[in-house]
């Protein structure tokens, strides 16, 4: 007796890929990266990491949901290591460089995560306007305080943050744009100098 032949449907169906949400989320940074969150789609992504879009759907609801998870994910452990870097003893010079550090090795760690999470800045950034854990409240507090203190001039700490943030978010941009090549991390004693320069500058 003759097998009953299998539904092309069936047929056409992919199997369930192990490991399928690094795939998803490597497929998705790059997606978001180049032609942005807005343009790609879960198709795109789907397909980018060699899973069925039923995969993507599995860990996510769809590609905001995904979007934001990655963005979070440095955004979270960054402002954790800038108040770690901040709050520990030492010099405003040691401190600050320590904050770099953390900064340039989270970058060199996944640079094509860092790079979604600043390029993302304007958009997912007033998710957290209430919070008090992101690395500019965290920045902002830390600079009010040595003002408060008289470690560094009287200002506004909220144009002092943005000036001292710009210092090392700039050069990440450049970087992801390769106008600035190697790791951040060679350049650390280069970015802790110039912002103890804008820190002082008031």
Do not use: W
């Not at 934001?68 to 440095?74: I, K």
Request: hydrophobic content about 45%.
């Amino acid at each position: 007796m003759a097998r009953s032949a299998i539904p092309a449907h069936e047929s056409a169906r992919k199997p369930r890929a192990r490991n399928a949400r690094p795939k998803i989320e490597r497929a998705a940074l790059k997606l978001f990266i180049h032609e942005g969150v807005d343009a790609a789609t879960t198709r795109e992504i789907a397909e980018q990491a060699g899973v069925s879009e039923g995969a993507l759907y599995r860990h996510y609801k769809g590609k905001d949901e995904l979007a934001l998870a990655l963005f979070m994910e440095t955004h979270n452990r960054l402002g954790t290591m800038m108040m770690e870097a901040l709050a520990g003893e030492g010099s405003l010079e040691q401190k600050v460089g320590a904050a770099v550090t953390a900064y340039c090795q989270l970058a060199d760690e996944d640079f094509l995560l860092f790079s979604f999470h600043l390029v993302s800045l304007n958009r997912y950034l007033p998710y957290d306007k209430r919070r008090e854990d992101d690395p500019v409240s965290i920045t902002e507090r830390v600079i009010a305080g040595l003002m408060q203190d008289g470690i560094i001039p009287k200002g506004d700490p909220a144009v002092m943050a943005a000036m001292a943030l710009g210092v090392i978010m700039q050069a990440g941009q450049n970087k992801i744009y390769n106008r600035l090549p190697g790791p951040l991390s060679q350049h650390a004693d280069a970015f802790t100098k110039a912002i103890i320069a804008v820190l002082h500058s008031g």
